[in-house]
């Protein structure tokens, strides 16, 4: 599903970071702020979404953030600051890059960075950066069940040839003493040549964007 594609992008770039100790999402209410351990935090909030085609465009804020830990704030809070930065940087700068994306799950546009400092009970210094994050959809009008539109699918299957509604399947049964090949055609056009296994029955999956 696209929702966690979104989440495990978003979750691999920051721990490749090696910045953050802990990464969270959600609700921020539903962190437990007062342990120490889990800094430094990173919390992932999708505020929104939205479809645009084949596109689906999510409005993410992601807080990078550490703990003073009752030091004096001009001691420590120029390095949280900075390493925080860096983190959300380095996530913005790989995700902006489509060849190191491969599956299309891309920062689009330019983020809006907002600094904080003695944010939450515990004193938390951080940056917090809201972005568009932009993906292919994985639900195709032909998924969904309504098939108008979508193209008729014919499978030649030895002397017999049958009929499959777009978005669905065809199970080739096995039996057969040699390679048994299936033609697939899209309104009478062949698209595809299949040469299976005859031993083992095989399901081919037809669902078109």
Known sequence: MSYYKLLDTLRSQLNATNLINTITDGMISDVDLS???????????????????????????????????????????????????????????VMTRGDLNPDYVM???????????DRFENKLAGWAMTFDVIMMS???????????????????DGATQVQVLAGGTYTCSGGAVEDVTYV??????TVDTLTLDPTVNQTINFAWT
């Open 35 to 93: 342990k120490q351990t889990v800094f430094p935090l990173a919390h992932i909030v999708v505020n929104q979404a939205t479809i645009e085609g084949k596109i689906q465009r999510f409005n993410v804020t992601i807080l990078a953030m550490d703990i003073l830990d009752g030091k004096e704030k001009y001691d420590v809070e120029p390095s949280i600051m900075s390493a925080m930065l860096q983190a959300l940087n380095r996530v913005y700068e």
């Open 184 to 189: 697939v055609q899209i309104d009478g056009v």
């Open 138 to 156: 994985e639900m195709t009008v032909c998924d969904t069940g309504f098939t108008s539109g979508c193209p008729n699918v014919t499978v030649t």
């Open 107 to 117: 920062i689009d546009g330019a983020p809006t960075l907002e600094p904080f400092t």
